[in-house]
C-alpha cells in the first residue's frame, strides 16, 4: 500500500518558523484532499489543516493566521508551512491524504508515519 512521507520536522525556538512536507513513497496519479494531524503523549490526535483538490483550505482555530497548507500537483506534495511557533505547538505531525495510485485507481486514504516538531521556549 502507498504510504506518506513527512518531512521537514526538527527543533525550533519558539517565534521560529518551519516547513513540513508530505509526499507519496511511490509515483501515484494524483491526491485529492490532504490534511496535516498532530499528537502529543496520552491525547488524541487533533486536526490541524487540510486543503482539498480545487485549493481551499481550512484550519483549526488553534494554528489559524500563522499555519499555512499548501499543495504542488505536479509534485504530488503537501506542505504545512508553520510560522510563529509555540511551545505547544510541540507534536507528532501526521499527514493524510485521499490518493489515486493511477488514474483508473479507486481513492484510498493514507497515513505517513510522523515527523516530530519540538518547540523550545
Known amino acids: 500500500q502507498v504510504q506518506l512521507v513527512e518531512s521537514g520536522g526538527g527543533l525550533v525556538h519558539a517565534g521560529g518558523s518551519l516547513r513540513l512536507s508530505c509526499k507519496a513513497s511511490e509515483p501515484i496519479f494524483s491526491i485529492n484532499t490532504g490534511a496535516w494531524y498532530r499528537q502529543t503523549p496520552g491525547r488524541q490526535r487533533e486536526w490541524v489543516a487540510s486543503?482539498?483538490?480545487?485549493?481551499?483550505?481550512n484550519y483549526a482555530d488553534s494554528v489559524k493566521g500563522r499555519f499555512a497548507i499548501s499543495r504542488d500537483n505536479a509534485e504530488n506534495t503537501v506542505y504545512l508551512q508553520m510560522n510563529s511557533l509555540k511551545p505547544e505547538d510541540t507534536a507528532v505531525y501526521y499527514c493524510t491524504a485521499e490518493i489515486r495510485r493511477t488514474v483508473s485507481s479507486r481513492k484510498q486514504t493514507t497515513w505517513g508515519q510522523g515527523t516530530q516538531v519540538t518547540v523550545s521556549s
Open positions: 486543503i482539498v483538490s480545487g485549493g481551499a483550505t
